[in-house]
């Protein structure tokens, strides 16, 4: 399996190094979607397959295939003849974005309490909820998104549905593309991990409601600003 062999100038110091052994495609497409969360890449600007897989030492094909798959959800758009552009989301599609978060999330965490969960499973899930308070202590913002991505992701992955997974997943990653995560501060970030915790607690003792109410809670940080 063909693996990614070095780290570029551009990415050091992102948090770029410590990603998983994954297919070059893979890797590759785990890179960009840091530098959008990062803002990195900022929107507006145009980047080629081919000047983008240099700057990430892989060749065109892995960079074309992980941008085309980023446009697929939405994060970058396609620019014929000239590359892909960072999708840069109007103060409705932020507000589209986070009724639609608060509707799927909520009601998997509801679903997953009245299920409820297995002793592995609720072993895992606190401890993914401890690393993204350890990263939001270490005040990591793209770090702190990445255990945030990883703890939320499996929590509906409990209810056993790709698509319900699938579909959070690319909502969270649209709602923080160019830099726009608006946790910034480390008490905020606390805040934020520390919801993770109750979340977890009210799930495991099967309180429905409770979880539901917390998670409403913990969406708040990521209402968009009116304008």
């Known amino acids: 399996m ?3 062999t070095r780290t570029p100038v551009w990415v050091e110091g992102m948090g770029f190094e410590k990603l998983p052994r994954l297919t070059l495609k893979d890797s590759t497409e785990s890179l960009i979607r840091r530098a959008l969360l990062s803002g990195a890449m900022k929107p507006g600007e145009i980047y080629s397959a081919n000047s983008l897989a240099n700057r990430l030492g892989v060749s065109n094909s892995p960079a074309r295939e992980a941008m085309m798959s980023l446009v697929n959800k939405g994060l970058l758009e396609l620019v014929r003849n000239r590359g892909f552009r960072v999708v840069e989301l109007s103060a409705k599609d932020k507000q589209e974005v986070y009724d639609l978060r608060c509707l799927v999330e909520v009601e998997a965490v509801r679903r997953v309490a009245e299920r409820g969960v297995s002793a592995e499973r609720a072993s895992l899930l606190r401890e993914l909820a401890e690393q993204t308070i350890a990263s939001a202590e270490a005040q990591g913002v ?8 990883a703890f939320h992701c499996a929590l509906v992955d409990t209810l056993e549905n790709r698509r319900w997974t699938e579909i959070v997943e ?11 995560y608006g946790l910034r501060k480390r008490t905020e970030l606390e805040a934020s991990a520390t919801d993770h915790l109750e979340i977890v607690e009210a799930v495991i003792a099967g309180e429905a409601r409770k979880a539901a109410d917390v998670m409403v809670r913990h969406l708040s940080y990521a209402r968009p600003e009116p304008d």
């Not at 793209?142 to 991505?149: E, G, N, P």
């Open 142 to 149: 793209v770090d702190y998104l990445d255990a945030d991505q």
């Open 2 to 4: 063909i693996t990614v």
């Open 170 to 180: 690319n909502l969270r990653d649209q709602s923080r593309i160019n830099g726009s």
